[in-house]
């Protein structure tokens, strides 16, 4: 049975699932989640994931959510020994830590100055904006400390898809993030050295940037974490 991937086309976890995927050549089968429809809060997709949250992997039946457990289980089972996961353990630590930190701190800070205010009741606030700029400076110091031209090794891993796909965000509403070098250097290297997989992004960003000029209504959902933008009709 192919791998069925319910995922919404402009996030970036599921983005960097679908990345991970095309990169190691593994078939899967693309089911696209309306999130403006609400198809991610309905009781069937909560037998699948109960966060409710997007994607979600069905590998024959056995459903995994959270993105980075997502990128992890499809490099140690379809493909061991791949670069984009290194086996050994300082190797991979390194890949976990940026992993985490993406979860924890990175797109923490940064979806909740790009992507929040897009779709839901939550303004743009100084220290959010400050709260951005201290996600870039670690990471940058990070990137600083390794040496390296990608963000936890010297090669391309699954970490640098899903802080990729964070700073992608950061362009989507034109934030202007070149004073960190190394970022900017690692984000557009990435473009030119990845054209099929940045694709995957550029589209996404396309649709990020339509929204923030034209903001959902999604009024008729009742999400259980963020507040909804009340429209006035």
């Given amino acids: 049975m192919v791998l069925k991937l319910y995922a919404v086309s402009d996030g970036p976890p599921s983005l960097s699932v679908r990345q ?23 009781p069937e997709y909560a037998l699948m994931n109960p966060q409710k949250e997007i994607p979600v992997l069905d590998d024959d039946g056995f459903f995994l959510s959270e993105s980075n457990a997502i990128l992890q289980y499809i490099c140690d089972k ?5 670069s984009l996961y290194p086996q050994d353990p300082k190797a991979r630590s390194l890949v976990n830590h940026r992993l985490c930190f993406n979860l924890s701190t990175f797109y923490a800070n ?3 100055h790009t992507m929040a205010p897009i779709f839901f009741d939550y303004q743009r606030t100084p220290l959010g904006l ?4 201290m996600a870039l ?12 031209s990608y963000a936890a090794a ?16 950061l362009e989507a509403i034109d934030f202007d993030f070149s004073q960190y070098k190394k970022i900017h250097k690692w984000y557009n290297d990435f473009k030119k050295n990845y054209p099929d997989l940045w694709k995957i992004s550029e589209d996404a960003m396309k649709e990020i940037q339509h929204f923030a000029a034209n903001p ?18």
């Fill in 154 to 169: 010297g090669h391309l891993t699954i970490a640098d898809f899903q802080l990729i796909n964070s700073v992608m965000t």
């Fill in 216 to 233: 959902p209504d999604l009024s008729h959902m009742d999400h259980p974490i963020h507040p909804i933008r009340k429209i006035k009709k």
């Fill in 137 to 148: 400076d670690v990471m940058e110091t990070y990137m600083q400390r390794l040496g390296a």
């Fill in 110 to 112: 940064i979806s909740a």
């Fill in 78 to 82: 379809y493909k061991p020994g791949n």
């Fill in 20 to 42: 991970a995927l095309t990169h190691l050549d593994i078939p899967f089968e693309l089911i696209s989640v309306d999130f403006g429809a609400g198809d991610h809060m309905t």
């Fill in 130 to 133: 400050k709260k951005v700029h």
